[in-house]
């Protein structure tokens, strides 16, 4: 009686709902359910094959990679945020955006390039046998130890953010007290700063280990194969589409871990802080060598994460401007307008989905009206090859369902309509990536009051009218910042665009990653410069938020 009573209460409230945003939430959450229904219907024969073959080297190499990339990320995100919040050094002003930088190069770019440069072929290498003879030894780059490294450099930064942004939020009046009793420096900052910033730095290190758990091109660059990358494998070299669903399986099952993971540490917290305009940590100035060593250390971090790849693709791209023919260009400004048009496509579904979803919330302001908007927005933290085939699958049995009754009922067949063409991809891109920009719109609705919304539901105004003439023009920057940030992403994303993109369409991302492939660096390189300078937008636009934010600081001190 209990479950029938909460079951109809829940309906009772889903009915004040109208059947197109339930509809829409369902097919936003249709792929995870898919992937999900898979991996609780296992094929023995399918996970005895994966075991005797593959399955143990993945498993294993994919928990050496998150254990490596979450120390990696916390040791430098953290220690370089506290560098930042805490201490005063020559250039800590420009290092503070500079170290930042890095977010706008994606993995498998970085892979790549420092693939080709400490390569036993390439120019360091080359130089220190010149130097110091054939028999020198160097450490092996395509290796897991290089694939970590590459992905601390790329990822640190999600780390460093939220370390900076925990630390700033403490009040500094606590850690001069601790330091009038007579506690080290060392001591305050293992026993007071970083437990309080501890759900930051979860949050932190949590994000950069779904990022590196979501990525199959840069592991399979350094020849360390993973779950996510034997997802691909799978698809492309045995045409198996179960299993790869049952792997993908087990690949949602290692994300769904560390969400669940993230959110029990950040709920278990139970650390409090003044609030009000209580004054934060005081910088300390680090005199003579201390404060240039600060500046060297941070000053290294940033060349090695974004200048050397940057100038290191400047110079391949230079040199392949200089020999590029009319076909070239051709090539090169096809692969852009498809990558252009299909970004633009993604971020203006997914902004115009997340726009009447979070309205729909605003004006149905119920526990069903949150729920389905966090189902809609659950495909983010699944990697983009398990959302991936979750779309292969119901979209292959829609197109297998079409056909047979036309065949059966016409005589006639129209082969594929959603499975490989434009139309299952942006549907990808959007359940994928639809939380992005529902975050950020959302985010904007909340600065408005509910008097508005409620008065204009007195007047009589339709739902939809509400969304167009009063949301939208009040949470216009909200949209505008969040179809910026799907758009990079899709200019970025590789998986997805790999598994269900139509034949013979590549974008800037796949032809970098054939040509990376390959090891035609140069033929790589105007392509992912091209990706890099569009992954500095969403960092302008952090930027410009975390001065805003800076600024007001300052004018409440």
Known sequence: ???????????????????????????????????????????????SHLWQTMLPELIRNTLLLLAGVGLGTFVIGVGLAWLIAAYRFPGRSVLEWLLVLPMAVPTYIQGFVYMATFDYAGPVQSLLRQWFGGSLWFPEIRSGAGAIVVMILVLYPYVYLLAKAGFREQSGSALEAARVLGYSHAVIFFRIVLPLARPSIVAGVALAIMEALADFATVRFFNFPTLSDGVIRIWHGMMDLRAASELAGLLACFALFILLLEQGMRRRSRYFQPGGKTPGIAPVRLAGWKGWAASLACSLVVTAAFFLP???????????????????MFVYARLAVNSLLLAGLAAAFATAVALFLSSRTRIHSSKAARLLAKLATTGYAIPGAVMAVGILLPLSALDHTINNFLEAWFGITVGLIFTGTLVGLIYAYVARFLAVTYSSIDASMNKITSNIT??????????????????????????????????????????????????????????????????????????????????????????????GKITAWSRED
């Open 310 to 328: 940057v100038s290191q693709l400047a110079h391949w791209g230079w040199q392949e401007a200089g020999r590029m023919g009319a076909d070239a």
């Open 454 to 547: 409620e008065t204009a539901k007195i007047l009589g105004r339709s739902n939809w009218r509400i969304m167009w003439r009063i949301h939208f023009p009040l949470v216009s920057t909200g949209v505008l910042a969040g179809a910026i940030l799907v758009f990079v992403d899709v200019m970025k994303e590789l998986p997805i665009t790999i598994m269900l993109r139509p034949f013979g369409y590549d974008t800037l991302a796949v032809w970098v990653w054939q040509m990376a492939a390959e090891s035609l660096w140069a033929g790589a390189a105007l392509p992912a410069l091209a990706i890099v300078l569009v992954g500095l937008l969403p960092v302008i636009i952090l930027l410009r938020a975390e001065t």
């Open 1 to 47: 009686m209990l479950f029938w009573s909460v079951l109809l209460r829940f309906g009772q409230r889903l009915g004040t709902l109208p059947i197109f945003p339930f509809t829409v939430v369902l097919l936003l959450a249709l792929p995870v359910a898919v992937v999900g229904s898979a991996a609780l219907d296992p094929s023995l024969e399918i996970w």
